[in-house]
């Protein structure tokens, strides 16, 4: 099944709700938090949430504020797919991310076998040069 809350005024406070959803038993697979205002903050929480996930194959973040308040989200995130397998769809577009994706793409790279290791160059790309949003990248 799919979530969609785009554009909802989602923050920090409400990711716990949809950690809970994504730590309880699920049968979501997409998960759409595109224009919301989450931060750091709440994409850790929401990375906490994606580590034991066994169904979530996809999700978009495009257009928040993942590194406001520092890059400890980014770094989560990294960590999180470092056990998570199933995620296969990141949308991290239009974030102002660069800096902190830098870290994100040395860590990911770090964890993944070389046929995988283009993707991190792919978010930095997509970063750098913004694509259509309805465009996402592949994990594997």
Known sequence: ?????????????????????LLGDSNLTKLNLDGNDLSSIGLQMLADGITYNSTLTSLSLECNSLVAGGISGIQYLSESLKINKELTQLNLGHNKLFPALLIFT???????????????????????????SNVSLPLN
């Open 1 to 21: 099944s799919s979530l969609s809350i785009k554009y909802n005024c989602f923050d920090d406070v409400d990711a716990e709700y949809i950690q809970n959803v």
């Open 106 to 132: 040395v860590l990911f790279a770090c964890v993944h076998l070389l046929d995988k290791a283009l993707t991190p160059v792919l978010l930095v790309l997509r970063t750098i040069i913004p694509l259509e």
